[in-house]
């Protein structure tokens, strides 16, 4: 029974560079929140997404970070152009959905911007 | 401003002591639950409570969920070193969606 998969769990990127952030969601989930935790400001919403859906980015920095969640495959949270603020742990959670408010959180990606 | 306040933030106490933690806010919830994670992992969710006045335990656990929906408590009997970890309250505010407002944490130190 695998639970909220993330990779890869540590992630160093010179400024500049484009990170890719992976979360594949719990078997049966359809709905997906990412999350960003700084140290000192506690966990942030980002984005939230169903299946080919964006649902809510309110909380989405509006210039160089997308997200998506294709038919097929994990959801995806990209940074263009790295700069060293975007360095923190960003988690994925996913529900069921359908009324169900749960959401269960994988292990984080550690991105570390130098 | 912080949405949901909690307090205390950091609490150091030793085996077999009782402690409450407060999770506190002036917005009503539709819902609030309550996470542990510890150091390099992600959050583990603990609880979901829904109704105004709901208490929910789990073993020496026990959550309580305010009754006018804004504010919450996590009583916690004879700790344990194993209850060490950041305790966070995450409530949600517009029942449409589930996007989640998190707490910055009480940090929980549980020494033998």
Request: with cysteine.
């Amino acid at each position: 029974n695998a639970g909220v998969m993330q990779n890869p769990r540590h992630l160093v990127r010179r400024r500049g560079q484009e990170a890719r952030l992976r979360c594949s969601p719990m078997k049966g989930h359809s709905h997906v929140y990412w999350y960003r935790q700084l140290p000192e400001e506690g966990l942030k919403f980002m984005v939230y997404l169903q299946k080919e859906n964006i649902i809510d980015e309110s909380g989405m920095p509006k210039e160089r970070f997308s997200a998506e969640f294709p038919k097929e495959g994990p959801s995806i949270l990209r940074i263009q152009q790295v700069v060293r603020g975007d360095s923190a742990a960003y988690f994925c959670a996913s529900s069921p959905g359908t009324g169900r408010r749960e959401q269960y959180f994988g292990p984080g990606t550690r991105l570390t911007v130098t | 401003t912080q949405l949901l306040e909690q307090s205390p933030q950091f609490l150091s106490i030793q085996e077999g002591e009782n402690l409450t933690v407060y999770c506190n806010s002036s917005s009503v919830f539709s819902s609030l639950q309550w996470y542990r994670q510890e150091p390099g992992e992600g959050p583990v969710l603990l609880v979901t409570v829904v109704t105004g006045g709901e208490v929910k335990k789990l073993k020496r656990l026990t959550f309580q969920f305010g009754d006018a929906r804004k504010d919450s408590s996590l009583h916690i009997t004879a700790a344990q070193p194993g209850d060490t970890g950041l305790y966070l309250c995450a409530g949600v505010v517009n029942s449409g969606y589930s996007t989640l407002t998190f707490g910055k944490g009480t940090m929980l130190l549980v020494s033998p």
